[in-house]
């Protein structure tokens, strides 16, 4: 099973301030994909295929990767960004998640 | 619009079994698979497996073998999953989510709690 690390577990981040996620896996995947989940709700797909945002996603953010170290950045983190971020990957059976990074806001 | 609407929350006793299902509209169900994930309170998401709409076709993570079974009712476009042998690690909120790489499409998830 491959297992995937995000880091940070926690942070808290500005208005207009750069946020980079990560989300290390233990083997090398093809691609990643992110959900954005807020409390109570069902995860969002936000980033799929590394870095394609999806359907709505504000162009502040971005995917970035390959092999076992990808990344999501928010170019200037607004008030709505505050969730929690799980990276996924299905490049080896089962599918896995991150553990999620909380980004929260200052 | 692609919609997936599960059933409403479960309160069960322990040893217990449950069926949770996902009615869904808005797309040709037989064109896709749905996979069902579990998400225990403040905690990461765990795929369960996998059902295709077409023909049953299942893939399980081995984890959750035995203890989920996916179904399908091509009939009226509702995906089922049946959790046997309920103990207190099986409380958590299972989601149903279209597609088998990334899911686009999520139901609003059913919480399920084993107690006695």
């Given at each position: 099973e491959i297992v995937l690390t995000q880091s940070p577990t926690t942070m808290a981040a500005s208005p207009g301030e750069k946020v980079t996620l990560t989300c290390r896996a233990s083997s090398s995947v093809s691609y990643m994909h992110w959900y954005q989940q807020k409390s109570g709700a069902s995860p969002k797909l936000w980033?799929?295929?590394?870095?394609n945002r999806a359907?709505?996603?504000?162009?502040?953010f971005s995917g970035s990767g390959s092999g076992t170290s990808y990344s999501l950045t928010i170019s200037s983190m607004e008030t709505e960004d505050a969730a929690t971020y799980y990276c996924q990957q299905w490049s080896s059976n089962p599918l896995t998640f991150g553990s999620g990074t909380k980004l929260e806001i200052k | 619009e692609v919609q997936l609407q599960q059933s409403g929350a479960e309160l069960v006793k322990p040893g217990a079994s449950v069926k949770l299902s996902c009615k869904t509209s808005g797309?040709?169900?037989?064109?896709y698979y749905m996979s069902w994930l579990k998400q225990m309170p403040g905690q990461n998401i765990e795929w369960i497996g996998n059902i295709y709409g077409g023909n049953g076709g299942t893939g399980y993570n081995q984890k959750f073998k035995g203890k989920a079974t996916l179904t399908v009712d091509k009939s009226s476009s509702t995906a089922y999953m049946d959790l046997s042998?309920?103990?207190?690690?099986?409380?958590a909120v299972y989601f149903c989510a279209r597609d088998r790489t990334e899911f686009a499409y999520w139901g609003q998830g059913t919480l399920v709690t084993v107690s006695s």
């Amino acid at each position: 099973e491959i297992v995937l690390t995000q880091s940070p577990t926690t942070m808290a981040a500005s208005p207009g301030e750069k946020v980079t996620l990560t989300c290390r896996a233990s083997s090398s995947v093809s691609y990643m994909h992110w959900y954005q989940q807020k409390s109570g709700a069902s995860p969002k797909l936000w980033i799929y295929d590394t870095s394609n945002r999806a359907s709505g996603v504000p162009n502040r953010f971005s995917g970035s990767g390959s092999g076992t170290s990808y990344s999501l950045t928010i170019s200037s983190m607004e008030t709505e960004d505050a969730a929690t971020y799980y990276c996924q990957q299905w490049s080896s059976n089962p599918l896995t998640f991150g553990s999620g990074t909380k980004l929260e806001i200052k | 619009e692609v919609q997936l609407q599960q059933s409403g929350a479960e309160l069960v006793k322990p040893g217990a079994s449950v069926k949770l299902s996902c009615k869904t509209s808005g797309y040709t169900f037989s064109n896709y698979y749905m996979s069902w994930l579990k998400q225990m309170p403040g905690q990461n998401i765990e795929w369960i497996g996998n059902i295709y709409g077409g023909n049953g076709g299942t893939g399980y993570n081995q984890k959750f073998k035995g203890k989920a079974t996916l179904t399908v009712d091509k009939s009226s476009s509702t995906a089922y999953m049946d959790l046997s042998s309920l103990t207190s690690e099986d409380s958590a909120v299972y989601f149903c989510a279209r597609d088998r790489t990334e899911f686009a499409y999520w139901g609003q998830g059913t919480l399920v709690t084993v107690s006695s």
